[in-house]
Each structure stands twice: as structure tokens, then as C-alpha cells.
């Protein structure tokens, strides 16, 4: 459906103390989104996920690399004529109260994109009403109660149920959903992740999921693939449950080590991994080297020297980019298998 290849993209800050610099977000990313699958990108921070999100849903372009959609190069369409590919991509805004024009009712926020569809596959405009009040329906929503609103009438999760029905006007086939729970009341999360797991059900959709939740990625997209990027490199890819009982690589090993456990309840796996705090300006000193490195607990002069690629060897189902992976019991357990 969607692959990208050698993705890579970085930003030239200006001015400040240290004057202009440039700042990697991406470094040579491939990846596949299938029809109607799930895709899970995780890490912390500054990683580069989000930008990734926002080159798949063409609103970045990359500095090099490809992206494909249905086997049609991006690079090799004009800027017109690659709108309509990009429109079957429909980004989930991660903060639902900036995604709505607040001056604007929620029939007025779907209007405008049911009318471009009703023009673009030949049908009248009394259309648009009724599959507005479908598509508010099939989200979770009640139509006659939500329709003539202003978003500050509504809650933080409804105002997300609105931006994803929002996203559907356009019948699109790839939802990228940017942190979607994380701006949402905690009691609401769920509901909201098995909406998102239900469009995939009923409508056949496919997911890119983002996030820095390992437990999210992992119930969106259980029969999918998880990648686990850092600094913009993808470190470790694989089946999603195998990532996460039998990571490989020591970024993904700490991240599942940085996992709350519930005393009483589990018990921290016998081989959890601490990042070493690297020193201010330590990752310059390995720039040729595993970036990692300057926080890798495991590492050796040659991960000092060599930047690992992205591969796979030995009995191990999952990609990864270390040259000493190793399986590390790091995720908490039941008391009970014990």
C-alpha cells in the first residue's frame, strides 16, 4: 500500500548561541504500511517519528528517498498530481483542541471536506448532511447532540472522535494517528484505541500508529509490525510481540526496562537495561559510530568506530542495528509465572 524507502530529512536551525546548525530527524528509513495492517513507530521524544508521520501524510517532503503509494513513485508526480494519492493518507492530529477551528461548528468542520467528495464521485450535495451524521455514528458518536456544537462544547475525547471522522470524509485508506491518546484523559484512552482498532475491522483501513507507549502500540497493532526508532535511525523492526518479549538491541531493551511495574501485581524482568547518561556533547565524539553508543551499556571500540545497519542474523525473527544483540529478559512478568 504505502512503502518508503531511504527516507531521510533534516532541519537547518538558524541563529542562537552556537549560530546555524543541522539536525538529522531522519537517516535513511524503510518501511511498509500493507492494506489494511498496522504499523507502529515508537520512541522517545525527538526521535523523528513525527516528522516521518508527516511525509507519509505529505504535508514534510523529504530530503531524499522515496515514498511510494499503490506503486506510484511520489517524486515523479508534480505537486498536483500527487494531492489525490495523498489524500487516501488522512493524519490524526495528536491535540484535538488546536486540530478544530474553534469558530466553526462541527457540521461546518465537515461540510467543507463532504462537499469536495460529494463533487469528486458525482454525487448531490444533500449527501454530505446524511454521511456526516453516518460517519459521527460510526465514530461514537450522537449526531443530533454534536452536529450544531462549537468544539469548547465538547470533551477532550469527543473533540478526537470528531478529528478522526473528520479524517474519514475523504474515505481514506491509511490513517496516521500521531500520538492520539496522549492529549486525552487517561479514563478516555481506550475507548479511543479501540476505535481506531475497529476501522481497521469494518473498514479495512490501515494504521501507522505513533507513539512513545509501548502498551498502545502494542493493542493497536498486534498482528503488525513494530519499529523502534532512535535518533532517526529504526534500531530494531519486527512482529510486535516478539519486539517486545525478546528485544535484541539495548535502545529497545531500555525502553521496556523504563516500563512501570505493578509491585505486587509483577516482577521487573531479571535483566533490565540503564541507559549510561551520557556526558553534554558525547554523541559528537562517536559520530561515525552506533548512535547509541554514548548511552549503550554494551558498547565496544568498534561500536565507537562503525554504524551498525539495519539486518538480520542468526535464529532472531526481528531486524536490528547492533553488532552484540542479545535477548534480555527486561519486561515485567505476573508474579504468578514466577
Avoid at 284 to 305: I, K, Q, V
Wanted: hydrophobic share 40%; net charge positive.
Amino acid at each position: 500500500m504505502i512503502n518508503g524507502t531511504g527516507i531521510t530529512k533534516t532541519f537547518r536551525q538558524r541563529g542562537g548561541v552556537l549560530g546555524a546548525r543541522e539536525v538529522p530527524a531522519l537517516r535513511g528509513v524503510d518501511f511498509a504500511v500493507p492494506k489494511g495492517g498496522a504499523v507502529s513507530f515508537i520512541g522517545e521524544s525527538g526521535c523523528g517519528k513525527t516528522t516521518l508521520g508527516r511525509i507519509v501524510a505529505g504535508l514534510e517532503t523529504c530530503d531524499s528517498g522515496e515514498i511510494v503509494i499503490d506503486d506510484v513513485a511520489m517524486s515523479s508526480l508534480s505537486h498536483r498530481r500527487r494531492q489525490p494519492y495523498f489524500r487516501r493518507v488522512q493524519l490524526i492530529h495528536q491535540d484535538p483542541y488546536s486540530a478544530l477551528n474553534p469558530t466553526r461548528t462541527i457540521h461546518q468542520a465537515l461540510a467543507a471536506p463532504l462537499a469536495l467528495r460529494a463533487r469528486q464521485t458525482g454525487r448531490p450535495r444533500s449527501w454530505a448532511d446524511g454521511r456526516a451524521r453516518e460517519l459521527l455514528g460510526l465514530v461514537g458518536l450522537d449526531p443530533g447532540y454534536v452536529l450544531p456544537r462549537y468544539p469548547h462544547q465538547l470533551s477532550g475525547g469527543m473533540r478526537q472522535r470528531v478529528v478522526i471522522a473528520r479524517a474519514l470524509t475523504v474515505d481514506p485508506e491509511v490513517l496516521v494517528a500521531d500520538e492520539a491518546v496522549s492529549m486525552i484523559d487517561v479514563s478516555l484512552r481506550l475507548g479511543i484505541l479501540a476505535l481506531l482498532k475497529d476501522l481497521r475491522e469494518r473498514l479495512g483501513v490501515s494504521v501507522l500508529f505513533i507513539t512513545h507507549d509501548v502498551a498502545t502500540a502494542r493493542y493497536i497493532g498486534t498482528d503488525g509490525e513494530l519499529y523502534v526508532i532512535y535518533r532517526g535511525q529504526v534500531v530494531e523492526r519486527g512482529p510486535v510481540e516478539t519486539v517486545i518479549s525478546a528485544p535484541v538491541h539495548p535502545y529497545t531493551q531500555a525502553l521496556l526496562s523504563a516500563i512501570p511495574v505493578l509491585h505486587g501485581l509483577e516482577s521487573p524482568g531479571d535483566q533490565r537495561v540503564v541507559p549510561v547518561e551520557a556526558s553534554v556533547g558525547a554523541s559528537g565524539e562517536y559520530s561515525d559510530g552506533c548512535l547509541f553508543a554514548p548511552r549503550c551499556p554494551f558498547r565496544t571500540e568498534r561500536c565507537e568506530r562503525e554504524r551498525p545497519a539495519l539486518s538480520r542474523n542468526g535464529d532472531m525473527p526481528q531486524e536490528h542495528a547492533c553488532f552484540h544483540p542479545e535477548r534480555r529478559s527486561v519486561v515485567a512478568v505476573p508474579v504468578s509465572r514466577r
